[in-house]
């Protein structure tokens, strides 16, 4: 079989066995399903939460696809525990290839209503700790002239969304780093790329779910029509990861149904009238083989 149509070949170049992965704010939502997808690629697992307990069944869940995992505290809010958290990620496993730096917040209010605290909340922890903790994971990197870092942004960061002012300045300033680190450290084998999510349903997005109308309208702008599902992240979170992805850098890679390229109806419907397809058809996702 030649090279060009053998599976095994695509499939190594996306094998992380050896690769050590840090993913911050792990306990819940797309931090673990970051965190799964790179353990099912073949990495071993630093996980973090600002409490360790919350990460003890998902650690086990970890080492249950044989891979080494290790929990730490971390408070993206406070220099020393970040600090301590990449002294002891780089203790446990003796290098670190790949940071997510997943670990964020979000308050959502009218622009009148923000307050200076929920500002400095957002932004310290987004945008603050974003950089921080890559600096930190970085230094070992850069030593080690290898390295990946998936900076986790958001649709916000090339939208405008009212009652997102803060945050979406957070994930745009995100984005923005990952060009300006991807320059700095390009020359040491460390590639710097922005993962942007689109619109997911976890805890931090939850109350919007509940009301069924806001879900429809949510449907019905995006064109694959329905939002994020965890799994829809997990190509393209492997894939920034894998070695094979040497010659990107600075790059950010919606994930967001298509969301962003920002379409408006010009049409009074979407579906012309003698078409048989509804406008309102799920597409049908391809079956897992
Ligand atoms: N859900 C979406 O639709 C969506 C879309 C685009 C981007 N995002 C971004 O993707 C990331 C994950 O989103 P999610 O929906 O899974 O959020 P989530 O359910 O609220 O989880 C956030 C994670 O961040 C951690 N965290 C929060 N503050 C922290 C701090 N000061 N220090 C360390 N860790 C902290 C939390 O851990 P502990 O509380 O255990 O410490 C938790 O594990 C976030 O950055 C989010 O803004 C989400």
Redesign the pocket.
């Given at each position: 079989m030649s090279e060009a149509t053998n599976p095994s070949a695509n499939a190594a170049l996306f094998d992380l066995t050896g690769r050590t992965a840090i993913v911050?704010?792990?306990?819940?939502?797309?931090?673990?399903g970051f965190a799964r997808a790179l353990a099912n690629a073949g990495a071993d697992l630093v996980i973090?939460?600002?409490?360790r307990k919350?990460?003890a069944p998902f650690e086990g869940e970890i080492r249950a696809l044989g891979r080494r995992a290790v929990s730490l505290e971390?408070?993206?809010?406070d220099l020393s525990?970040i600090t301590r958290m990449a002294a002891e990620a780089t203790a446990a496993f003796g290098h670190l290839d790949i940071l997510v730096n997943?670990?964020?917040?979000?308050v959502r209010k009218p622009a009148l209503d923000v307050t200076w605290d929920d500002w400095n909340l957002m932004l310290d922890?987004?945008l603050r700790?974003s950089f921080f903790v890559a600096q930190a994971v970085a230094r070992g990197m850069v030593e080690r002239r290898y390295g990946r870092i998936i900076n986790?942004?958001?649709?916000?960061s090339v939208s405008g969304y009212a009652g997102l002012g803060p945050?979406g300045a957070s994930?745009g300033g995100i984005r923005q780093l990952t060009m300006s680190l991807a320059d700095d450290w390009g020359k040491y084998g460390v590639t710097v790329n922005c993962l942007?999510?689109?619109?997911?349903?976890?805890?931090?997005?939850n109350a919007l779910y509940q009301d069924p109308a806001w879900v429809e309208y949510l449907c019905e702008r995006i064109p694959l029509k329905r939002?994020?599902e965890a799994h829809d992240l997990d190509s393209a979170v492997v894939f920034l990861a894998a070695e094979s992805s040497r010659y990107i850098t600075g790059q950010t890679l919606l994930v967001d149904g298509g969301i962003s390229v920002g379409a408006v109806r010009a049409l009074p419907s979407f579906a012309p009238v003698s078409s048989p397809i509804s406008k309102n058809a799920p597409i049908e996702k391809e079956p897992r083989k």
């Open positions: 911050t704010g792990a306990s819940r939502g797309l931090g673990q973090t939460s600002r409490d919350r990460l971390l408070d993206v809010r525990s997943n670990a964020g917040c979000n922890t987004n700790g986790i942004s958001s649709v916000t945050y994930r942007a999510p689109g619109w997911f349903h976890t805890e931090q997005t939002p994020g």
